[in-house]
């Protein structure tokens, strides 16, 4: 609606402003319709003080005399002023509108009087005016021939020294425009109320002008910076080049401001503007309802306004001026087509088409209005139209606004969307690699455990590392995508931050050896036992930038060093840091490091592989935390990662151990009987030979109806629920167990890892989740912590006893 409500007012603008310049332009105040009688103007009665008055009525008429007397038995008419050349008969013959003429009047005044003026429009196509035998205005210069004759147009208000008679005399010459003589009334009035008249005029055409051009502009960055809307171009181009014809044209207000601008110039371009505004409102037309338009009557229309500008162009004023009749006549039918077009557009229920055919049929109104006022019939009020002007344009910004405003809104749902489906494909993604990922890492376990060969335990080994390789970089896009959704989120656990940074240098011994790199860590003294933080994306972090280090490090070693800046009671800062005697990084290239998918060069990607996510990844989980990663390096001697941050020191430092002690090394879940619902064979292949290894006893659901079946609390201690299954899935068995009053520990063991999906877990009864693949270790210690909570504290101690 809003579209269509706005492409109504474009058209109300257009018509008005297009027509205005058109037609005379008409004082607010009446003017008095005293007419001179064979050149005689009585005006002795009349009171100037209430309005002034146009020099209208019979003028002496001299044909080709321009003279500033003209004597005695000198052959002369009487003819009505103002009226053009085309009209007047010389001698029983029409006259030509090229050529030059004299006119005079006499003009009888009262004796009492304040200043008074004369108020003179432009004339075809120069003129000048004699008072008493005093020039006293001048537009251009009046010649007997094309040589000597300079036109210009320009309205002036022109004060003069009056005794009781003033001898008008009149010399106008044309020879360069298809019209000759004039068409406007000279008025006479007080001086002050003419000039402040004039510079009202003037006035209003440049604050018009100003709010078109403001207007032209809005659109075209509303055009570059929004949607690329070509309608909104073209209505733009439209303010644009009309713009002109409000200034150029009616009073000429911009020759106030540049008087001497060529008259050659200045018809040109106002001609060629009105052609292109035309031109650029009907593209306007096509692109705001394209499948209501009919393209080939609008491009025709469209020719037209090129072909004219094209000869405005082309040819001399004498001939294109003529083109100026022809191109009116055309204004109506194209306002016709225009309410046709959004008549159609309203049968075809276009939003808003209604609002835009009644505001075409107000425009068709005002158009014949100004018909009227045309012939002096009727008289439309200036002041009253250039109010509707700046309302429209204040209406105008104001509903483009809320488009705008819309069309923002419209783009960010458009772009949560968008967001929602990378992040479902991604999560969809990470769940079909994660699955056969689990039974590769599974299976290779397992082989693993039952005494291979050298041989085939060095295979194993290169197998499991490219798995977990695969694995970190689904992990690192599923992080970044998470990063970006604004949905990471932070623990605060107690944290043994030394064992923290041996268990990294301990992961990554065997690859550093193996390129025959020394790793160590130099830990500070001072370090506290214990602090707080998130203890997986602290080892994220410091994991990512000890590989980043070993991947770019050819020779020498890497170092993961903490020190220890200040401490008090209450918290501790440290600065963190890893350091490699490895390739370096230029000055210039120091800062793209940290762009996702980016490496120095191209090079570096085929020799040294990767992503490219990881440091990225680290910077912002550090930026989210109120830290920064920093870099120091130097091109050929290695780089040095660091960054500074602070941590609170816990109350109680001892950390818990979950992992009990009290079952048997090699059968730590003897005699557990464990539910598995899973449908992938691969999965329940892999977790059934954990649990066998371990002692557990194991019995399969393949989907969350038969895990409801075959769940007997009796029997069974622990459920290890896959969430994507046929037929019913884990998120539904679960909660529908809980609700039958089911309290066993039920973990997720999945291989979705989005943050949402954790809570969906949580809040449907999930006791723990296990991520695919699976990692036997956590596998176990989840299942111990669960089995043993159960067993120690009874069945009211167990979390899903809320359920």
């Not at 860590?521 to 707080?532: G, S, T, Y």
Request: aromatic share 12%; charged share 20%.
């Amino acid at each position: 609606m809003t579209r269509n409500c706005v492409s109504g007012l474009r058209l109300m603008l257009f018509v008005a402003i297009m027509v205005m310049p058109m037609f005379p332009s008409f004082a607010s105040q009446r003017v008095y319709a005293l007419k001179a009688v064979k050149g005689v103007l009585d005006l002795r009665s009349a009171k100037f003080s209430e309005t002034p008055i146009s020099i209208n009525g019979e003028w002496i008429f001299y044909w080709k005399l321009l003279k500033k007397t003209s004597g005695q038995g000198i052959y002369h008419e009487y003819e009505n002023f103002p009226d053009l050349w085309s009209t007047i008969l010389w001698k029983g013959k029409p006259i030509s509108s090229q050529g030059f003429a004299t006119y005079e009047i006499k003009i009888l005044l009262p004796k009492d009087r304040d200043q008074l003026a004369l108020k003179i429009p432009d004339m075809y196509s120069a003129y000048a005016l004699y008072i008493n035998g005093k020039l006293i205005a001048r537009n251009g210069t009046p010649g007997t021939t094309r040589e000597s004759t300079t036109p210009y147009w320009s309205t002036q208000v022109k004060p003069f020294l009056a005794t009781d008679t003033l001898n008008l005399k009149l010399f106008i010459s044309n020879f360069h425009h298809s019209k000759g003589g004039i068409s406007k009334p000279i008025q006479i009035g007080l001086f002050n109320e003419l000039q402040d008249s004039s510079n009202l005029d003037h006035a209003f055409d440049f604050l018009l002008t100003g709010c078109m051009l403001m207007g032209g502009l809005y659109f075209l960055g509303l055009y570059l910076l929004g949607r690329h809307d070509k309608s909104t171009l073209y209505f733009s181009l439209f303010c644009f080049f009309y713009s002109y014809r409000i200034v150029g044209a009616g009073d000429y207000s911009l020759h106030t401001i540049f008087p001497y601008i060529g008259w050659q110039l200045a018809i040109h371009l106002e001609y060629i503007s009105l052609f292109m505004a035309v031109a650029m409102f009907a593209l306007y037309t096509r692109y705001l309802y394209p499948k209501d338009t009919p393209a080939k009557i609008i491009f025709c229309m469209i020719g037209v306004c090129f072909a004219f500008a094209l000869i405005t162009v082309l040819s001399p004023p004498i001939l294109f001026s003529q083109l100026m009749n022809p191109f009116v006549g055309l204004l109506t039918p194209y306002i016709f087509f225009a309410i046709y077009i959004y008549w159609v557009a309203y049968r075809n229920k276009r939003i808003g088409a209604k609002y835009a055919l009644l505001s075409t049929i107000a425009i068709f109104v005002i158009f014949i209005t100004l018909i009227l006022a045309y012939y002096h019939i009727a008289y439309p009020h200036e002041l009253l139209l250039f109010a509707g002007y700046l309302g429209f344009f204040f209406c105008q910004s104001l509903i483009l606004s809320f488009r705008f405003a819309f069309t923002l809104k419209k783009a960010k749902v458009d772009a949560e969307v968008g967001l929602k489906a990378k992040s479902e494909f991604l999560s969809t993604m990470s769940h079909e690699i994660r699955t056969p990922l689990n039974a590769v890492i599974g299976m290779t376990h397992l082989m693993m455990k039952e005494d291979p060969r050298p041989d085939q335990k060095s295979h194993l080994d290169v197998l499991l590392f490219s798995a977990k390789n695969l694995l970190n970089i689904v992990n690192d896009i599923l992080d970044f995508n998470t990063i970006e959704e604004g949905k990471m989120l932070f623990m605060s656990n107690p944290i043994n931050i030394s064992d923290v940074a041996q268990k990294i240098i301990s992961v990554h011994r065997a690859s550093a050896q193996e390129l025959n790199i020394d790793i160590f860590a130099e830990l500070d003294p001072a370090l506290p036992k214990v602090i707080l933080g998130d203890t997986t994306r602290i080892a994220q972090i410091l994991g990512n930038l000890v590989q980043n280090a070993i991947k770019f490090t050819k020779s020498g070693w890497v170092k993961l060093k903490i020190d220890v800046i200040s401490k008090t009671e209450k918290d501790v800062i440290l600065k963190i840091s890893v350091e490699d005697t490895g390739i370096g990084i230029p000055l210039e290239k120091q800062r793209i490091i940290f762009e996702r998918f980016t490496q120095i060069d191209s090079s570096t990607s085929r020799v040294f592989g990767g992503t490219g996510l990881g440091l990225s990844i680290s910077k912002r989980m550090l930026a989210l935390q109120g830290s920064e990663l920093m870099l120091e390096s130097e091109e050929g001697k290695g780089s040095t990662f660091y960054f500074v941050q602070t941590f609170p020191i816990p109350d109680e430092p001892e950390l818990t151990q979950p992992v009990p002690e009290d079952q048997p090394v090699e059968k730590p879940l003897q005699d557990l009987f464990v539910l598995i619902v899973e449908d992938n064979l691969m999965n329940v292949l892999v977790i059934k030979s954990f649990l066998k290894r371990w002692g557990a006893i194991s019995e399969v659901a393949v989907n969350g109806q038969e895990a409801l079946e075959k769940l007997d609390a009796t029997r069974h201690q622990i459920v290890l629920m896959d969430l994507h299954m046929p037929v019913l899935d884990g998120y539904e068995a679960t909660k529908q167990l809980r609700k039958r009053g089911e309290t066993l520990p039920i973990v997720a063991v999945t291989a979705s890892l989005a943050q949402d999906t954790r809570e969906k877990t949580f809040d449907v009864g999930i006791s723990d989740i296990i991520s695919k693949p699976i990692d036997p270790e956590k596998l176990l210690s989840v299942i111990i912590e669960q089995t043993k909570i159960k067993k120690t504290d009874g069945k009211d101690s167990h979390p899903s006893n809320n359920y």
